[in-house]
C-alpha cells in the first residue's frame, strides 16, 4: 500500500471511530421552561458547521417540549449528529477520555443544577456534565428558574465553585430585538461565546446593530 493509500485509510478510520480532533460540543434538554433554547442551540450549531453536537433530551424535557412549543421530538434529535440516551451512563459522554469542548444545558432545571452542585451522576445529563468538571471543560447552564429562594443560589453557588458556568438567559435589549427568536439567538450567541464559537448572528455592543 503506498503511503497515500495509507493515510486515506487511516483517516477514513479516524472518521469511523471519532476523529479525537474533531470539535464537539454536547447539549443538553432538561425539564426547565424555556426548552426553545436547546432547540435553537442545536439549529444554530447545524448551520454553523464544524462542530459535532451530542445531544441528550431527559424525560421532563420531552414533556416541556409537548407544552411549550407544536415540534416533534423526532426533528429535534435529527438536528443532532449524536443522539444518546439520557439513562445510558455508559455513553461515550460519560468518560472524561472522549474529549469534548464542554456542555451547554439550555434549559437547566432546578434538578440538574442540584445533581450537578452535588455530582450526584444518576442519568447522563448530570454525568456528563461532572465527567467536563473534572476534565475543565466549560460547562454552561442556562439556569432557567425565578424567583429564587436561598437554596437555589446556594446551589448555583456550588455549581460555579466546582467551575460550571451558570448563566440565567436574560434578555439583552441594546440589539433592539424585534422578535421573541431575536432575544432567543441572541442568548445563545451568548452561551456558545463561552465556548469560542463566534455565532454569526450574535449582536455585539458597539459593533452590531440590528436596522
Not at 29 to 39: D, E, F, P, W
Request: net charge neutral; glycine share 6%; aromatic share 4%.
Amino acid at each position: 500500500m503506498s503511503h497515500q493509500a495509507a493515510a486515506k485509510a487511516n483517516s477514513a478510520a479516524r472518521s469511523a471511530e471519532g476523529d479525537p480532533a474533531t470539535r464537539r460540543l454536547i447539549v443538553a434538554l432538561t425539564g426547565a421552561s424555556g426548552v426553545v433554547y436547546g432547540i435553537r442551540a442545536l439549529e444554530l450549531l447545524r448551520e454553523l458547521g464544524g462542530i459535532e453536537s451530542h445531544l441528550v433530551i431527559s424525560a421532563a424535557a420531552l414533556r416541556t417540549i409537548a407544552e411549550e412549543t407544536d415540534d416533534d421530538p423526532v426533528r429535534i434529535r435529527a438536528l443532532a449528529d449524536v443522539v444518546h440516551d439520557h439513562r445510558d451512563i455508559g455513553a461515550s459522554i460519560a468518560s472524561g477520555s472522549f474529549r469534548t469542548m464542554g456542555m451547554l444545558v439550555a434549559p437547566c432545571s432546578v434538578r440538574t443544577l442540584s445533581g450537578i452542585a452535588h455530582a450526584a451522576s444518576d442519568d447522563l445529563i448530570i454525568r456528563a456534565a461532572d465527567v467536563c468538571l473534572k476534565e475543565r471543560r466549560r460547562v454552561v447552564l442556562l439556569f432557567r428558574e425565578t424567583p429564587l429562594h436561598a437554596g437555589h443560589i446556594a446551589l448555583m453557588e456550588r455549581a460555579t465553585t466546582s467551575g460550571a458556568v451558570v448563566m440565567p438567559p436574560v434578555p439583552a435589549f441594546y440589539g433592539r430585538p424585534r422578535t421573541i427568536d431575536d432575544i432567543v439567538v441572541q442568548t445563545i450567541g451568548r452561551a456558545l461565546d463561552l465556548f469560542d464559537i463566534d455565532l454569526p448572528q450574535t449582536v455585539r455592543w458597539r459593533e452590531t446593530r440590528r436596522n
